[in-house]
């Protein structure tokens, strides 16, 4: 299980199975799957009937979005984004890195009738972005590890503030404050775990499957409320207490890298590619393409650098251009969460659905090399660097 829980060996997993969707959609399997896809699986005696596509974007992404939440809450509490001063720079450079992809998607799709696909090339895939590092970044300074770390968590964040408010219509409103009770019951039961029941395995077994049960519960009630499904991860990740949230975190690590997003990852990349000349392709396409690699790296660039006009002088972390447009490349590896949007943003229109799920594989997979790219030439950079360091102190210690 720990290979699993390897960034590299999740990035690899990822782009695997998004390359065997494409591939596998594109053979004579292709329909079979597709209806397979397509197939509606209910719960007996519930409302709950969701195609077998769905019950993986909608239930077993919650999963995924409930670790990243976790995560998101210790960062805040101890971790890169504790403090005002740790997260500014972080967070304009993130909001440069929204702002302009989703400029550049509007100005692409000006007048075509698709403008609300804008929140697609605004993501970045946080496990994808800090695989290219592992695998590219060694002697990466930590300054720049912990900036890219602090944009990619920011980002998420928008990502969600971005599903929970402009992909929710005519919500329930019944149902979310029923939801809401849930959320707060199961942090309550979280910090059972902190206290006698973390002596007492019985006890902690009860309160485990108590929590599982009001989880359940609760992502049931969001999905039924017209929410997208996968808040019920986010918000039952901020409620659970820290040390606990931590401790399912990783054990959860190997289920989200080995199953959730590369099952998601092949699900959304199960598309038919189009028979048609470049010129026939919608502008949503065009749109994505050029916005998620060129978009990510000029507004995460541009941000990054007027952020360094903000604090005391001598607390700004020195980040060089070159650094930038490296963080910029990492941001613009969309994937999950792109192709989340993407299938939330053209639900009515299932051909630019297609075209917007090949656009974000093409954007993320062109991110994906001319990060590597420049993640390499700056790790060697500063090998280099340090190897003259080194020579230098030792020739003063030998003329010493």
């Known amino acids: 299980m720990t290979i699993i829980r390897s960034e590299r060996v999740a990035a690899v997993l990822l782009l695997v199975a998004a390359a065997l969707g494409l591939l596998a959609a594109n053979t004579p399997l292709g329909p ?3 209806n397979l896809q397509d197939a509606h699986l209910a719960i007996p005696g519930t409302p709950l009937d969701l195609s077998v596509g769905h019950w993986i974007s909608d239930g077993l992404l919650a999963v995924f979005f409930f670790v990243v939440a976790v995560e998101l809450k210790n960062e805040f509490a101890v971790g890169q984004l504790n403090s005002v001063s740790k997260a500014v720079r972080p967070a304009i450079a993130a909001l440069g890195g929204v702002a302009v ?36 970044g060694k002697g990466i300074p ?10 990619a968590i920011l980002d998420d964040i928008v990502a969600i ?51 599982v049960a009001v989880a359940l519960v609760t992502w049931s009630l969001v999905y039924l409320s017209g929410v997208h499904a996968t808040i019920a991860g986010v918000a039952l990740g901020l409620a659970m207490a820290r040390v606990p949230g931590m401790h399912v975190r990783h054990a959860l690590e190997p289920v989200t890298n080995g199953v959730v997003l590369p099952l998601f ?22 749109g994505i393409l050029i916005a998620l690699p060129v978009g990510k790296v000029i507004g995460i660039t541009l941000g990054g650098w007027l952020s360094g006009f903000v604090g005391p002088r001598e607390r700004r972390p020195h980040l060089t251009l070159q650094g930038l447009i490296t963080a ?64 230098a102190l030792q020739a003063r210690a030998a003329s010493a």
Do not use: H
């Open 32 to 34: 079979a799957l597709m």
């Open 101 to 136: 992809p989703a400029l550049v998607y509007l100005a692409i799709t000006a007048g075509s009738g698709y403008e609300g696909g804008w929140p697609i090339p605004t993501a970045t895939d946080i496990a994808f972005a800090l695989g290219v590092l592992a695998v590219f």
């Open 142 to 151: 930590s300054r720049l590890r912990i900036f890219i770390l602090a944009l």
């Open 161 to 211: 503030l971005i599903i929970a408010v402009f992909f929710t219509a005519d919500p329930d409103l019944l149902l979310i404050a029923c939801a809401a009770l849930g959320v707060v019951a199961f942090g309550l039961l979280s910090r059972l775990l902190r206290g006698a029941a973390a002596e007492r395995p019985a006890l902690r077994v009860l309160v485990a499957v108590a929590m």
């Open 265 to 286: 990852a092949f699900s959304a990349a199960l598309v038919a590619i189009p028979q048609v000349a470049p010129s026939e392709l919608a502008a949503p396409f065009w």
């Open 328 to 391: 910029g490349a990492l941001g613009g590896v969309g994937f999950t969460v792109s192709l989340l949007m993407n299938e939330l943003a053209f639900a009515n229109s299932p051909e630019v659905a297609d075209e917007g799920t090949l656009a974000v594989l093409l954007g993320s997979s062109i991110s994906i090399v001319l990060a590597a790219i420049l993640v390499s030439r700056l790790a060697a950079y500063y090998r280099r660097l340090r190897m003259l360091r080194e020579a």
